[in-house]
């Protein structure tokens, strides 16, 4: 059964970078599938960020262009987020999900100073 | 990007009762190849969200056939008939036709 879990601080100061990493259990994420990060913010609004694809291939939201990377390890299995410049807006809950229906438990990253 | 309404906000349903929610797109969700990548979840509190349809009317395994899901193009319905308990929580659509994908703002099923 494929797992997903996020890992990272929980509290970035503003101006810093917040970094989350997701690992996979049950599924090698070169195998197939976009592999993405999600958040969700306080209140009920939902922000696809972007993929990183099973060939390496990246595709972020227009909106984060300029300070989002996700990136991956493949020989752990595991795929992260960095987000730079981050402000209080970027406070939320943050997922990583592979397409369809397999989403991790979510980690809520505060930033504040 | 595309901006999916999602109505109602909110939904007081009675247990047994029915549910719908509409979702409708600023543009056709008709991919190029001729699918239409349009999804329902449910954020059950406390959890992360749950596949429950994909494009558009496909139940995923495991989701009662209470749950169906309909339209084409630009508009589309999600209905549960026989509300029960373990159906409250935050359903959002999710197209992933067009880049960059984008959700609806949600509509909070509760118990009347």
């Known amino acids: 059964e494929i797992q997903l879990q996020e890992s990272g601080p929980g509290l970035v100061k503003p101006s810093q970078s917040l970094s989350l990493t997701c690992s996979v259990t049950g599924y090698t994420i070169t195998s197939g599938y976009d592999w993405s990060w999600i958040r969700k913010f306080p209140g009920n609004k939902m922000e696809w960020m972007g993929y990183i694809s099973y060939s390496g291939s990246t595709n972020y939201n227009p909106s984060l262009k300029s300070r989002i990377s996700i990136t991956r390890d493949t020989s752990k299995n595991q795929f992260f987020l960095q987000l730079n410049s981050v402000t209080t807006e970027d406070t939320a809950t943050y997922y990583c999900?592979?397409?369809?229906?397999?989403w991790g438990q979510g980690v809520m990253v505060t930033v504040s100073s | 990007d595309v901006v999916l309404t999602q109505t109602p906000v909110s939904l007081l349903i009675s247990l047994g009762g029915q549910a719908s929610i509409s979702c409708r797109s600023s543009?056709?969700?008709?991919?190029?190849?001729?699918?239409?990548?349009l999804h329902w979840y449910l954020q059950k509190p406390g959890q992360s969200p749950q596949l429950l349809i994909y494009?558009?009317?496909n139940r995923f395994s495991g989701i009662p056939d209470r749950f169906s899901g309909s339209g084409s193009g630009t508009d589309f319905t999600l209905k549960i008939s026989r509300v029960e308990p373990e159906d409250l929580g935050v359903y959002y659509c999710?197209?992933?036709?067009?880049?960059?994908?984008?959700f609806g703002a949600g509509t909070k099923l509760e118990l009347k």
């Open positions: 999900a592979r397409s369809g229906p397999h």
């Open positions: 543009q056709s969700l008709v991919h190029s190849n001729g699918n239409t990548y």
């Open positions: 999710l197209q992933r036709t067009h880049n960059p994908y984008t």
């Open positions: 494009q558009v009317s």
